[in-house]
């Protein structure tokens, strides 16, 4: 198999990557012309826990409402700015225009 591999000095069997099917039990076999002896077997468990790579679905959530309300606050003050710059709502404007005194 090209996911199991015996060290240099045949002491370490690494399985990369591990899968559930390759949970059971090992031996290791001597072998010459003359003779062949086996291990005990050793039984491989493989457990599969939480994913430690990714973000828990709670957070994710969290992050993207986040996302969503800072986008809605940051176009409420963009709207909010340009009202007060441009005296401009909805179409209408308008001009303050000091009278000569």
């Given at each position: 198999?090209?996911?199991?591999?015996?060290?240099?000095?045949?002491?370490?069997?690494?399985?990369?990557?591990?899968?559930?099917?390759?949970?059971?039990?090992?031996?290791?076999?001597?072998?010459?012309?003359?003779?062949?002896?086996?291990?005990?077997?050793?039984?491989?468990?493989?457990?599969?826990?939480?994913?430690?790579?990714?973000?828990?679905?709670?957070?994710?959530?969290?992050?993207?409402?986040?996302?969503?309300?800072?986008?809605?606050?940051?176009?409420?003050?963009?709207?909010?700015?340009?009202?007060?710059?441009?005296?401009?709502?909805?179409?209408i404007s308008h001009k303050l225009i000091q009278s000569p005194s």
């Amino acid at each position: 198999m090209d996911r199991m591999q015996l060290s240099q000095d045949n002491s370490t069997l690494t399985i990369c990557p591990v899968k559930r099917e390759d949970a059971g039990n090992y031996q290791c076999e001597v072998s010459n012309r003359s003779n062949s002896s086996k291990s005990d077997p050793i039984r491989l468990d493989v457990s599969y826990g939480r994913s430690t790579t990714g973000l828990p679905v709670g957070s994710i959530i969290g992050i993207a409402v986040g996302v969503l309300v800072g986008l809605a606050l940051s176009a409420a003050l963009g709207c909010l700015l340009l009202h007060t710059r441009t005296g401009r709502y909805d179409g209408i404007s308008h001009k303050l225009i000091q009278s000569p005194s």
